[in-house]
């Protein structure tokens, strides 16, 4: 089965970017025999619609599930309509979590996780964390920005009040995973001082 991870890095042991639309990297890994390809994010950069441009890179290259942190409605409604199972909140090393996607301990999601334009214009670059210097932020700092701005693509109907809950609830499980892996780095760097 060929599956798609989105990755800072170039290789199985690259940790998870748990940005979907403007990930660093995305793998495609064959689950059978672990032999992936991996490739730069085209949209990274993009003004808008990032997410709905990956979404289509993911499906024209064959991926029957996507391992990611968060994904968008457009980007989820765009990867469901091609048969792409969305998995979302993956933190750790990408080779962890295809292990753990091969022993079926994740479920596909049937909606996105975040509400439209999630993180877009605002991200801690440089300067006052929006982007570089004094400005305009536009989410090129490339950090993980957890900010809401205003967008560009169709516009989705409001969440329900279930629906928000639900939202809010995985993405602070989400940012939990990620406290706990920053906590972990922190100590493994402080471990190797201490030699």
Same mark, same amino acid.
């Given at each position: 089965?060929?599956?798609?991870?989105?990755?800072?890095?170039?290789?199985?042991?690259?940790?998870?970017?748990? #940005?979907?639309? #403007?990930? $660093?990297?995305?793998?495609?890994?064959?689950?059978?025999?672990?032999?992936?390809?991996?490739?730069?994010?085209?949209?990274?950069?993009?003004?808008?619609? $990032?997410?709905?441009?990956?979404?289509?890179?993911?499906?024209?290259? +064959?991926?029957? $599930?996507?391992?990611?942190?968060?994904?968008?409605? !457009?980007?989820?409604?765009?990867?469901?309509?091609?048969?792409?199972?969305?998995?979302?909140?993956?933190?750790?090393?990408?080779?962890?979590?295809?292990?753990?996607?091969?022993?079926?301990?994740?479920?596909?999601?049937?909606?996105? !996780?975040?509400?439209?334009?999630? +993180?877009?214009?605002?991200?801690?670059?440089? +300067?006052?964390?929006?982007? #570089?210097?004094?400005? #305009?932020?536009?989410?090129?700092?490339?950090?993980? +920005?957890?900010?809401?701005?205003?967008?560009?693509?169709?516009?989705?109907?409001?969440?329900?009040?279930?629906?928000?809950?639900?939202?809010?609830?995985?993405?602070?499980?989400?940012?939990?995973?990620?406290?706990?892996?920053?906590?972990?780095?922190?100590?493994?760097?402080?471990?190797?001082?201490?030699?």
């Amino acid at each position: 089965m060929k599956v798609a991870v989105t990755s800072e890095g170039t290789d199985l042991n690259s940790q998870i970017d748990p #940005r979907f639309g #403007r990930c $660093a990297y995305f793998l495609f890994v064959d689950t059978d025999t672990m032999e992936f390809e991996a490739a730069e994010n085209p949209n990274i950069d993009a003004s808008g619609g $990032a997410g709905i441009q990956s979404a289509q890179l993911i499906a024209n290259k +064959g991926v029957q $599930a996507l391992l990611t942190g968060i994904c968008g409605p !457009n980007a989820f409604q765009t990867l469901q309509s091609a048969g792409v199972q969305v998995i979302v909140g993956i933190s750790g090393i990408v080779r962890d979590a295809i292990d753990k996607y091969k022993r079926g301990e994740f479920q596909s999601v049937a909606q996105p !996780n975040v509400p439209p334009h999630f +993180g877009v214009g605002m991200g801690p670059g440089y +300067g006052m964390g929006m982007g #570089r210097g004094m400005g #305009r932020g536009m989410g090129r700092g490339r950090g993980r +920005g957890m900010g809401m701005g205003a967008g560009m693509g169709p516009t989705m109907p409001e969440p329900t009040r279930e629906q928000e809950l639900q939202m809010l609830k995985q993405q602070s499980d989400f940012m939990k995973q990620q406290i706990d892996e920053i906590n972990k780095r922190i100590n493994k760097i402080e471990e190797k001082g201490c030699d």
